[in-house]
T-cell receptor
Framework: NAGVMQNPRHLVRRRGQEARLRCSPM?????VYWYRQLPEEGLKFMVY????????ESGMPKERFSAEFPKEGPSILRIQQVVRGDSAAYFC?????????????FGPGTRLTVT | KQEVTQIPAALSVPEGENLVLNCSFT??????LQWFRQDPGKGLTSLLL?????REQTSGRLNASLDKSSGRSTLYIAASQPGDSATYLC??????????FGTGTRLKVLA
């Protein structure tokens, strides 16, 4: 059973471009979470999605950021008009269900560099 | 609002030493406390997960304890090795599907 997969692993964008980060959860997992890790900091929650639904996007900046988890295919975190401050590692996690007994499994992350 | 703090931020020890990493959290109403390892430029490796009903978990040379009443968890590494060099993150899970992470302890074990 493959773990959580993220691609690309590294992404370089110039200021003003769009970044698309993809996350394929573990097989059988229908809950996806995105976290952002700024340099020298811990991970911070951004958004929680179930298939076709955004459950909580309270940690996601209101402008330029969006996330989706369609019925088919991976979850996508989209950043429009990137700025240097968006440079960070973006981690995706998945779980089989939501709740204390259901551990989140983390992917390897996508490292975004904005030049 | 849950806040997680890790002390020290960085630690350098000679090989073979036993060491303790500390994690404190402000809200004791947690379900789980999890320790992760992160190598430079890499993802997270789960080390130990302690449920709120447990006081400790062990895996090989690692032992993690949890004291909810004092808002503390410790990760004990026995007989440290250079391969243990990494950043160690703790994360508190309060049942709101958000892991709240500390900023990590960067460990360097010198050969």
């Amino acid at each position: 059973n493959a773990g959580v997969m993220q691609n690309p692993r590294h992404l370089v964008r110039r200021r003003g471009q769009e970044a698309r980060l993809r996350c394929s959860p573990m097989k059988g997992h229908s809950h996806v979470y995105w976290y952002r890790q700024l340099p020298e900091e811990g991970l911070k929650f951004m958004v929680y999605l179930q298939k076709e639904n955004i459950i909580d996007e309270s940690g996601m900046p209101k402008e330029r950021f969006s996330a989706e988890f369609p019925k088919e295919g991976p979850s996508i975190l989209r950043i429009q008009q990137v700025v240097r401050g968006d440079s960070a590692a973006y981690f995706c996690a998945s779980s089989i269900a939501q709740g204390a007994l259901h551990e989140q499994y983390f992917g390897p992350g996508t490292r975004l560099t904005v030049t | 609002k849950q806040e997680v703090t890790q002390i020290p931020a960085a630690l350098s020890v000679p090989e073979g030493e036993n060491l303790v990493l500390n994690c404190s959290f402000t809200d004791s109403a947690i379900y789980n406390l999890q320790w992760f390892r992160q190598d430079p430029g890499k993802g997270l490796t789960s080390l130990l997960l302690i449920q709120s009903s447990q006081r400790e978990q062990t895996s090989g040379r690692l032992n993690a304890s949890l004291d909810k009443s004092s808002g503390r968890s410790t990760l004990y590494i026995a007989a440290s090795q250079p391969g243990d060099s990494a950043t160690y993150l703790c994360a508190a899970y309060s049942g709101t599907y958000k892991y709240i992470f500390g900023t990590g302890t960067r460990l360097k074990v010198l050969a």
